[in-house]
């Protein structure tokens, strides 16, 4: 059964502008979040879908958006892209209960210059 | 407030064990994760504990968990060069239907040869 697979893997970015990272979770699994790990900050949660629905969403600036299609692949927004947004984006795949066990995929890294 | 702590750094012989600590502050914690994290990859669930157990051992791999003093600890038997990592301690927090990952700063395991 395939993992959770993040796209892009590698991306540079300017300043101002914006980017679209995707998700795709593990089949049958409903439930998609968003962490963003730096140095400085760790591991932060950003937003988690269920459904098409965002069910819940961390301390993140309104730049920060994503969301879920029907078939539960997930994409996040950042707009007016800053310095500090420079970060590896993980995705994680759950099928959606707090007991239920999270999978991570590999990361989107991305550097704003 | 939930907060996770860890020490950051920790340095083993091969074929040592290895323990790494983690403690917790939320008292609604339903699952207790352990990922590893290799240079440039994203998460990999190493293993998991429901917060109604104390023990729990996969192969190598024993966690202990302290409800009481809210702490939480992975041995790693035999430890390999293969293990040298980051090893992040999370809690997963739920409420209103939702639910997030909230994880330690992750302690740098390194094995000498």
Partial sequence: ?113 | GEDVEQSLFLSVREGDSSVINCTYTDSSSTYLYWYKQEPGAGLQLLTYIFSNMDMKQDQRLTVLLNKKDKHLSLRIADTQTGDSAIYFCAESISGAGSYQLTFGKGTKLSVIP
Avoid at chain 1, 26 to 39: D, E, F, L, M, N
Avoid at chain 1, 78 to 89: H, I, K, M, P, R
């Fill in chain 1, 1 to 113: 059964k395939a993992g959770v697979t993040q796209t892009p893997r590698y991306l540079i970015k300017t300043r101002g502008q914006q980017v679209t990272l995707s998700c795709s979770p593990i089949s049958g699994h409903r439930s998609v979040s968003w962490y963003q790990q730096t140095p400085g900050q760790g591991l932060q949660f950003l937003f988690e879908y269920f459904s098409e629905t965002q069910r819940n969403k961390g301390n993140f600036p309104g730049r920060f958006s994503g969301r879920q299609f029907s078939n539960s692949r997930s994409e996040m927004n950042v707009s007016t892209l800053e310095l500090g947004d420079s970060a590896l984006y993980l995705c994680a795949s759950s099928l959606g209960r707090a007991e239920n066990t999270i999978y991570f995929g590999e990361g989107s890294w991305l550097t704003v210059v």
